[in-house]
């Protein structure tokens, strides 16, 4: 099991969850964060550091979050991303997605 960065990072790209994570399994591209699946212990601590959800264990996804996986596993090895370890400052959409997601 691995914890992925789905859909809710996009127009976000908070960084808290960077922060906590011991392993810097975490991918930034100028759109949002990603968790290479194969870096990623399975500690959890990313998930509750997420101010909009956007961490899940991919064994509790959704069936139309699935994508997110391969997403995260092709776009942390991609040469359009960066490794990514301290944070950052949000994009500046962040609150305004915040706010559309209900958080």
């Known amino acids: 099991m691995s914890y992925i960065v789905t859909d809710n990072c996009q127009k976000c790209r908070f960084t808290d969850c960077v922060e906590v994570c011991p392993v ?7 759109k949002m964060l990603y968790i290479h699946p194969d870096e990623c212990i399975d500690c959890g601590a990313c998930e509750p550091a997420c101010p909009v959800e956007a961490i899940l264990p991919d064994d509790s996804m959704s069936a139309d979050q699935e994508k997110w996986f391969e997403i995260n596993r092709i776009k942390s090895e ?3 991303t960066y490794n990514i370890t301290e944070t950052e400052t949000p994009l500046p959409t962040a609150e305004a997605r915040k706010k559309e997601l209900g958080l």
Not at 24 to 30: G, L, P, S, T
């Open 78 to 80: 991609s040469d359009d």
């Open 24 to 30: 810097d399994c975490f991918y930034a591209d100028d």
